[in-house]
Structures are given as C-alpha cells and as structure tokens.
C-alpha cells in the first residue's frame, strides 16, 4: 500500500488524462490509470515508474468500475482524488439523423462513466472524509451546439458536478469540474487534419488567439484538487481562452468597435 496520496485518473492514457497523470506523478502522488486503452496505459506507467499503475476499466460498465476501485484500493490506498477524464468525442450531426447506437454509447461513457466513477471512488473518499473531485465538463454546457449527444451529456455531467458537491460537502469531499474549450489534443488535431474542424472558424470565437494544450488544463485540475483551492466547490471553471466571452461579443449585431471605418 502507498504511502503517497492517491489519485485516480479515468481516460488516464492519452490527451487531457495523461497530462493529469504525469502532473501528479511530478508531485508526488501515486497514481491509477484506467483506461481501455491497455497498450498506452501500460506505457504510460512504464515511462513514469513506481508512482503510476494502469488499470484497465471500462468505465460504462458499473460493476467494472466497482472491480478496478477495490482493485486500487488494495494496491494503492483510499483514493484522495479523482478526475473523470474518459470520454469520447463526436462530430456534428442532427437529431433527427444521428447515429443512435452512437448517441447511447457517448452517454453511457462520457455521463455514466463519470457518475460509476464518482460513485464508487465517493464511497472511498466519504469512508476518509476527505477527497477532491474533478469532472471533464466542457464550456459547450453553457449553449447549444449541433453535437446532440455530447452537448446536453456535458450539461449533465454540470449538473451532476452541483449535486455531488452538496451530498459530499458533509464528508469534506470537494467536487468541481473543469471547462475546456477546444483542447489541441491529438484527436483534435486529427479532426483538423481530416477537415472535421475549421481551425479558423474555431479561433474566431476566441479573445486569446491560441488554445489551451492538455497541460494547461491538467493545470487546472491540480490546481481545484489542490489545498490554494480548498474552499472552493460546485464550480465550473472554464479553461476557454476567452471562448464563452467571445462568442456573444462576436455576434453583436451592431459589429465590432475595431472592424469600423
């Protein structure tokens, strides 16, 4: 069993996940990574030694989330954070056309996922009275957008955030969640390149003409898991490069100040 406290990563393999995990591991912190991705988890914990383990764990399925904590538990320790960081991402599609086996399976990772995960890694936290919480949201909650099973899931998952907040406040258990626009990860520079996503019209929104890389938002997520955040709970904190900002500035219909002859 470690000594060290113990952080549980879902999605821990790649992208915004493994940015978290090696973020810990440099402070110190043991850390699971569950993944379905074997291969990269279990590279991922070679590279990074004692301090980091892979578990593979599907996280749609509650029981096998359930397996992998007990698992974690005897391994490591009581988990004194946890980040839901497993989910998938889609491209633009209606209501009325799109895939419904694909609508469910985003709902039973992205949203089920983070309710297995907080449920049985709750447990574990309320047993020590102590723990921090944080969920992939996304600052897409705050409108809609033509993704119609990943848009309202991120608005669930915002919602579940608030809940567990005040159910886990009375086991001194911080629960907040992170809000990243468009992150430069690897699958994201894939849509790019694909011509799934128009850099240009993604930057157009965006006061801070870059965009945040995994690591500002792992950034983030040590930083609410973190005691400089310990009186803060029930947030979403948006790592958005101004995004939620600009986009109702940029649409005023009397135009931009600047763009006036």
């Keep these: 069993m470690s000594a060290a406290p113990v952080a549980v990563v ?13 973020k810990f591991v440099a402070l110190g912190h043991s850390v699971a990574i569950l993944d ?3 291969a990269g988890g279990e590279a991922l914990a070679r590279e990074l030694g004692e301090r980091a383990r892979f578990y593979e764990c599907d996280v749609s399925d509650p029981a096998v989330v359930d ?16 980040v839901t960081s497993a989910g998938l991402i889609p491209n633009p599609e209606t209501v009325l056309d799109m895939d419904l086996a694909a609508h469910d399976r985003m709902w039973r990772v992205n949203y089920f996922g ?26 897409n909650s705050l409108g809609p957008l033509p993704l119609p099973a990943y848009n309202p899931g991120k608005v ?32 994201m520079q894939a849509r790019v390149d694909a011509g799934l996503r128009d850099m240009n019209k993604i930057m157009e929104a965006h006061p801070l003409k ?10 983030a997520i040590v930083f ?17 490069s101004g995004w939620a900002t600009g986009t109702f500035y940029n649409n005023y219909a009397g135009g931009l100040p600047w763009a006036k002859a």
Aim: with cysteine.
């Design 210 to 219: 870059t965009l945040p890389t995994p690591a500002d938002i792992a950034d």
């Design 67 to 82: 397996a992998v904590a007990q698992r974690t538990l005897k391994d490591l320790g009581p988990a004194s954070i946890l």
């Design 10 to 22: 879902t999605g821990g393999s790649r992208g915004i996940g493994e940015a978290t995990v090696r």
């Design 224 to 240: 609410l898991c973190s005691p400089a955040a310990r009186t803060i709970t029930g947030v979403l904190l948006p790592v958005d």
């Design 114 to 139: 983070t309710v297995h995960a907080c449920r049985s890694y709750g447990k574990q936290m309320s047993e020590q009275r102590a723990g921090a919480i944080v969920t992939l949201g996304s600052i």
């Design 156 to 187: 669930a998952i915002a919602r579940l955030t608030q809940l567990l907040c005040a159910e886990l406040g009375r086991h001194n258990i911080r629960v907040n969640s992170v809000g990243p626009t468009y992150v430069m990860t690897p699958d």
């Design 36 to 38: 379905v991705n074997r």
